[in-house]
């Protein structure tokens, strides 16, 4: 059985929660008030690719209007899977005990989260899933969303060796101690295979996983971002981990680093510099 949620007896622990943003400004305000409903005592990280509509700025104003708000300004979209490292290796840096990350776009109810932090008292990944009883997809889904969602989650079982039921939603919360043991660098996903990719390297650590059921909304406002050449990438990568985990080369070897328990976070002192034109239209899966 994994260890407690919490940090000491009496204690709660120190959670983060992240929301990467692209064009979410209709939605960003809203949403961290809602989450403050459900995660009072959370520290809420906003990751902007330089939204065009404004979205980078409206995460500033509620930084400087509400405590514990971070947000990290990027030159441009790069994908969602280098959102998702870059908060978990925030989590890990600033010794963070819980890290929780749900889409920007209210698909994601912030209701759950309750039930999400309830089982990391049994287990060291708590996905929001919408594939085990009292789950599921706000009006049902269409026909090709329901093709992508189950051959995706099909496919990572049969390859990862995964047993969850939702391999492909995002909404999850993860123990921190264990991020802590992955190689980061070894993870290849920047977009829609991230989620099957990160369940893979958290269990080659020894994670457990539990699932609690989640309805998945429409987005109140935006469209969605996800395209056809994700998907391809997605199973191109999905195949190549599971050659991989067959040949024996998906081992991770290092050790987690001892950290102290109640570090602070430190602000940084300067803004980011504006980006260029080039950084501004560069692809998801280039880097910076």
Known sequence: ??????????????????????????NLRDLVFEIRKFAPDSTILIIDDNSPDGTGAIADALQSELSAIEVIHRPGKM????AVLTAMKFAVDHHFDLYINLDADFSHPPRFIPSLLEGMNRHDVMIGSRYVPGGGVQGGFNLKRKFMSTGINVYARLLLGLT???????YRCYRVSKLAMLEFDRVRSRGYSFMEEILFWCRQVGCTFG??????????????????????????????????RML?????????????????????????SRPTDSQQNREPWQSA
């Open 248 to 272: 024996g080369r998906a081992k991770i070897s290092n050790k987690p680093a001892v950290r102290p328990a109640n570090a602070r976070i430190d602000r940084p002192t300067s803004q980011p």
């Open 79 to 82: 994908g969602l899977g280098t």
């Open 164 to 170: 969850s039921r939702d391999n492909s939603g995002s």
């Open 1 to 26: 059985m994994s260890s407690n949620a919490t940090t000491g007896a009496g204690a709660s622990p120190r959670l983060l929660v992240s929301l990467a943003t692209y064009n979410e400004s209709g």
């Open 211 to 244: 699932e609690t059921p989640i309805l998945f909304e429409d987005r109140r406002a935006g469209k969605s971002k996800i395209n056809k050449t994700e998907v391809v990438k997605a199973l191109q990568i999905i195949l190549q981990l599971g050659i991989d």
